[in-house]
């Protein structure tokens, strides 16, 4: 088939470089021109295990190219709207403004053939009510184009798996049936392949799909909350929620993913999806539904101060002059992403209070540099901890949570570290020397 993605950062440039793959012809659309160059060349912006080798197999089998211009989106069957929806300034609600602009594209320059409608495809997260204002729009525009909402479920990390061999699909379709089965026939050609695996198809309406991304999202972010409290608890009883966490884990009805207390959740998505879910049911009338999402985000951010705390504690409260070496500046491993990331977030912190922070990460340390000049970002390990007071591992990246501690040891002036993931042995630690100190967890005899 013939597609186009509106939106090529992250969440656009991986869908195109995967339907590419699927065997269709693809044309990713954007407005930066750096960001299309650089694509073209078959060169990723941004860090993602396994989309470097796609993208350039793709770009140069001509399957899957880039472009600014929208006269080229012309042919396409459907157009993915994969563009941002960052919160607003100063508000909780999503900025819909990159949504506005990307549909406005498709319905300018779209050229339906008249045997099928063309369609809107929205993988963007959205606020509840947003797909049926598109489809009104697409009425209006006098061309036979309809919309379907059919929103993504990428991890970052995993990116390219999770598009290429998702858990499920969700097709968001018009209440008019005849219009919504001619509507789901041209997605299931699309996605042949990935339905030939018996991956689970669900059929909802326009509101039901808009609402599992996010209500997804929150789960997550609730199930991190709560752990993260329970962490608090255990800190001033002398617990250890690592324990907590497996005990518990082993209930079937709340399982053991995503109870792994520490320093909380940031990134692109669950910070501001759920602040945009509270702001939207306001908007509906129904705010107290989702009152309780504004304790789980204080919970979270709670945990970034109680980090900053836990450190100065150490020196007595002052941290001026000491030497912090930060690992881990993006979000989460295997990602250069640092938006809302707790680990830069303390960093910055502990910086302000006139800590002496040295940060290193393995794929953000360049974006690093280059948003935050005023911090001080070294490549090694080694060139981090040298000298330091105290060792911060604040994302949870392999070659960090593997260090021996023996080999670290004589490389510190202070042999003290915090374990903002809980990722690290306490009890190894402990013996070769350190002073050990996790999130809501002590060096106990069990």
Not at 168 to 194: F, M, N, S
Not at 204 to 219: D, G, I, Q, R
Not at 352 to 369: N, S
Request: hydrophobic content about 40%; some cysteine; overall charge negative.
């Amino acid at each position: 088939m013939r597609l186009s993605t509106i939106g090529c950062g992250y969440l656009g440039a991986v869908h195109a470089a995967c339907m590419a793959e699927l065997g269709h012809e693809m044309v990713g659309l954007d407005v930066d021109q750096a960001k299309v160059d650089k694509l073209s060349r078959g060169e990723s912006p941004f860090h993602e295990p396994g989309f470097p080798e796609l993208l350039r197999r793709n770009v140069e089998s001509g399957r899957l190219r880039f472009t600014t211009d929208p006269a080229e989106i012309t042919d396409a069957e459907i157009h993915f709207i994969g563009v941002g929806t960052p919160q607003m300034k100063g508000r909780y609600a999503a900025d819909l403004s990159q949504v506005d602009a990307a549909v406005s594209t498709v319905l300018e320059h779209s050229r339906p053939r008249g045997e099928r409608p063309v369609l809107i495809a929205g993988k963007s997260t959205v606020p509840v009510g947003t797909a049926e204002g598109i489809a009104e729009r697409a009425a209006a525009s006098g061309k036979d184009i309809a919309v379907v909402w059919n929103p993504e479920f990428l991890r970052e990390g995993f990116a390219v798996k999770d598009t290429l061999h998702p858990d499920r699909i969700v097709y968001g379709l018009p209440e008019d049936r005849v219009r919504g089965t001619v509507i789901r026939e041209i997605l299931d050609e699309c996605y042949a392949q990935l339905l030939e695996e018996q991956i689970p198809r669900l059929l909802t309406n326009y509101p039901t799909s808009e609402l599992v991304k996010v209500a997804a999202n929150s789960f997550l972010a609730t199930k991190i909350s709560f752990i993260n409290a329970m962490a608090e608890l255990c800190e001033a009883t002398g617990g250890d929620v690592t324990k907590l966490a497996e005990a518990i884990g082993h209930d079937d009805r709340i399982g053991k993913k995503f109870l792994r207390a520490g320093i909380g959740f940031g990134g692109g998505c669950l910070p501001k999806d759920i602040r945009a879910f509270m702001a939207r049911a306001g908007e509906l009338g129904v705010d107290q539904t989702l009152t309780f999402l504004r304790e789980v985000d204080a919970i979270n951010l709670r945990r970034r101060e109680g980090t900053v705390e836990l450190a100065a504690g150490l020196f007595g409260g002052r941290l001026v002059g000491r030497k912090v070496a930060v690992l881990g500046a993006a979000f989460k491993p295997d990602s250069d992403d640092l938006r809302d990331s707790p680990a830069l977030d303390i960093a910055t912190r502990l910086w302000a209070r006139g800590a002496d922070v040295v940060i290193t990460d393995p794929a953000a340390g360049d974006g690093l540099r280059r948003a935050r000049p005023d911090l001080y970002v070294v490549d090694t390990v080694e060139q981090a901890v040298k000298n330091a007071d105290l060792v911060m591992v604040l994302t949870e990246w392999k070659q960090f949570t593997e260090l021996d501690p023996a080999e670290l040891l004589p490389r510190v002036r202070g042999p003290r570290i915090i374990d903002g993931r809980n990722v690290l042995d306490p009890h190894r630690w402990h013996e070769a020397g350190w002073d050990y100190h996790g999130i809501g967890r002590g060096v106990s005899t069990w």
